[in-house]
């Protein structure tokens, strides 16, 4: 089973970016759904935006027009690109395969705050 490591996150200002990346493992990584989740303290998980096979991506109401995700194949690394960023987002994120059971990474935190 493909196992999925995130990096990226860190400490930003309000307003400011970052880059998560999800890097993944085996041969079939170009044929898989990947999506961003989130968990903020004390908070349930919620879905951040999902990218298919084909390229298409869909994406929360309330990330929708500030974070991108994109994905490189020949890398076998999907992308969440989240720009003018909230105190909000501030939460574990975490990459995964929607469906398949034990494909959480073990998120990588970030932290939006002045």
């Known amino acids: 089973q493909a196992q999925l490591v995130e990096s990226g996150g860190g400490l930003v200002q309000p307003g400011g970016s970052l880059r998560l990346s999800c890097a993944g493992s085996g041969s079939i990584f170009s044929m898989m759904t990947i999506a961003w989740s989130r968990q903020a303290p004390g908070a349930q998980r919620e879905w951040v935006a999902s990218?298919?096979?084909?390229?298409?991506?869909n994406y929360a109401d309330s990330v929708k027009g500030r974070f991108s995700i994109s994905r490189d194949n020949a890398k076998k690394t999907v992308y969440l690109q989240m720009n003018s960023l909230k105190p909000e987002d501030t939460a574990i994120y975490y990459c995964h395969r929607p469906g398949v059971p034990g494909s959480w990474g073990q998120g990588t935190p970030v932290t939006v705050s002045s």
């Open positions: 990218i298919f096979s084909g390229g298409s991506r």
